[in-house]
């Protein structure tokens, strides 16, 4: 799968799933599932390494956990899914250089084939604009961008018509800048329909409605494994009370069986 299958998929009318992974096992998974294409998020953070916000996470730990992933696909490499890779906080923030030198060390050391940034500001668009003549794929990323907590919190955006036309704007904006698709996270869905409408390249959304040409989930958030599941992507299966009684099952059946040793002499 490449970003233009995607674009394909929006074409034919056929919906496009993506889902996350953060190692091999949930690489095996996702790909088993049969996702389109697989993102290595930057909610690894969170999901894999314990931390409270998507900030924290390195480009070399970014790296690290997509050679993980690429090395759960049992598929042939033309048969499996699209690898997507986020560029972390201050990978692209600094610079089309920098940026370029981040998302080529990805594409370079990984078998990740293009990467995802967030917003739609002016450097922001500049970058995708350097990355994109640079031969390197990018995804789009607008409404709740993570990278932003601590601007914009996690609460749902473009609630009002003047930030509904800026994001439709800014939407309009990342396709002009060669963007191949477009993640619309925690917004409303009449506007998520709108920017599809709007739009040739697919928009993929996550709480924002099913109007969209795709839909994108953290996995751990599916299988119910998060501790805070964000109120727009409900759990599929109470998934750590399933794993932690199945592995408290194990546990008690541990108990010995046999006559205990006898006690050690005192010394
Ligand atoms: O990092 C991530 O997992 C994401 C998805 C929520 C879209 O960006």
């Known amino acids: 799968m490449r970003p233009a299958d995607l674009i394909r998929q929006k074409q034919n009318g056929r919906t496009i799933t993506i889902l996350t992974a953060w190692d091999s096992l949930s690489a095996a998974l996702v790909e088993a599932a049969g996702a389109d294409a697989v993102l290595v998020g930057d909610s690894l953070a ?11 996470v390195t480009l070399d730990q970014m790296r690290h956990h997509t050679l993980a992933v690429s090395r759960g696909f049992a598929a042939a490499p033309s048969k499996q899914p699209l690898l997507i890779c986020d560029l972390p906080f201050l990978s692209y923030q600094c610079g089309a250089d920098l940026a370029v030198q981040a998302a080529g060390t990805l594409l370079k050391e990984t078998p990740a084939a293009a990467v995802k940034l967030e917003g739609a500001e002016a450097e922001v668009l500049a970058v995708i604009d350097r990355l994109v003549r640079m031969g390197i794929p990018v995804m789009g990323h607008l409404g709740l961008t993570p990278q ?7 609460r749902r955006q473009a609630e009002d018509p003047v930030s509904q036309e800026r994001l439709l704007n800014q939407a309009i904006a990342l396709e002009q800048a060669g963007c191949f698709a477009l993640v619309l996270e925690h917004v409303p869905s ?11 390249i697919p928009v993929i959304g996550i709480g924002a409605g099913d109007d969209c040409d795709g839909q994108i989930r953290v996995t751990a958030d599916l299988l119910g494994l998060t501790e805070q599941q964000p109120p727009f992507s409900p759990a599929l299966i109470p998934g750590q009370q399933l794993f932690v009684e199945a ?13 205990p040793p006898p006690a050690a002499p005192d010394c």
């Open 46 to 56: 969170m999901v894999a390494l314990g931390h409270a916000t998507t900030l924290p």
């Open 247 to 259: 592995l408290r099952s194990w546990i008690s059946a541990q108990t010995p069986t046999t006559t």
């Open 148 to 154: 932003a907590v601590h601007r914009l919190g996690y």
């Open 190 to 200: 009449a506007l998520a329909g709108e920017v599809r409408r709007r739009l040739l």
